[in-house]
């Protein structure tokens, strides 16, 4: 089965920094969509993208649907400890994930 | 308050053993999905049902069967012809079967070890 291109896979940040994390796809997808796993939990949706070129904010977060439609990326200004975690993206109508961005925070 | 409940959190079976895994949701969501979760590998689709009473294969369903009879309920059973069936199952529901732009809600998972 498909599956998307998430990178990078691991980040190791210190807390204060700006993350970036992006998601790549040989297909066009309609909807993108961007999760967030706690350790031992379920994900849980962040942002949801409808529209190519769209750009929108939660709190600290800030997501793009790329032009091309194949793409997508996710920022976090200004990384805290509750950051920690699983970060995946999905390309909705195909039911696929990324493999995720497992972020890792010093104090 | 309205969710998705997965029981139960962690399971442990001896290798040969069929095992069923539960989940419940009160969202009044018509699509059901089964994911399977190793590190390093992300999601995948091991089967989803948009009604009652119909199901499909996602892409790894080999090994693994479900049922839909009821609305709320998606039972995932590992059978013993799964060969690596130690992982964390993930539950989730969507309010429109297969509409492309509906997010999926999660449970919290269940762990399964097999030995």
């Known amino acids: 089965g498909q599956q998307l291109n998430q990178s990078p896979q691991s980040m190791f940040i210190q807390e204060g920094e700006d993350v970036s994390m992006n998601c790549t796809s040989s297909s066009i997808f309609n909807t993108w969509l961007w999760y967030k796993q706690d350790p031992g939990e379920g994900p849980v949706l962040l942002i949801a993208?409808?529209?190519?070129?769209e750009l929108t904010s939660n709190g600290r977060l800030t997501a793009q649907f790329g032009i091309t439609r194949k793409d997508s990326f996710l920022n976090i200004s200004a990384s805290i400890p509750s950051d920690v975690g699983i970060y995946f993206c999905?390309?909705?109508?195909?039911?696929?994930f990324g493999q995720g961005t497992r972020l890792t925070i010093n104090p | 308050d309205g969710g998705i409940t997965q029981s139960p959190k962690y399971l442990f079976r001896k290798e040969g053993q069929n095992v069923t895994l539960s989940c419940e949701q009160n969202l009044n969501h018509d699509a059901m999905y089964w994911y399977r979760q190793d590190p390093g590998q992300g999601l995948r689709l091991i089967y989803y049902?948009?009604?009652?009473?119909?199901?499909q294969k996602g892409d790894i369903a080999e090994g693994y069967s479900v049922s839909r009879e009821k609305k709320e309920s998606f039972p995932l059973t590992v059978t013993s012809a799964q060969k690596n069936p130690t992982a964390f199952y993930l539950c989730?529901?969507?309010?429109?079967?297969?509409?492309?732009?509906?997010?999926?809600?999660f449970g919290n998972g269940t762990r399964l070890t097999v030995t």
């Open positions: 999905q390309g909705a109508q195909k039911l696929v």
């Open positions: 049902s948009q009604i009652v009473n119909d199901f």
């Open positions: 993208l409808y529209k190519a070129g």
């Open positions: 989730a529901s969507s309010i429109l079967a297969g509409q492309a732009n509906s997010p999926l809600h």
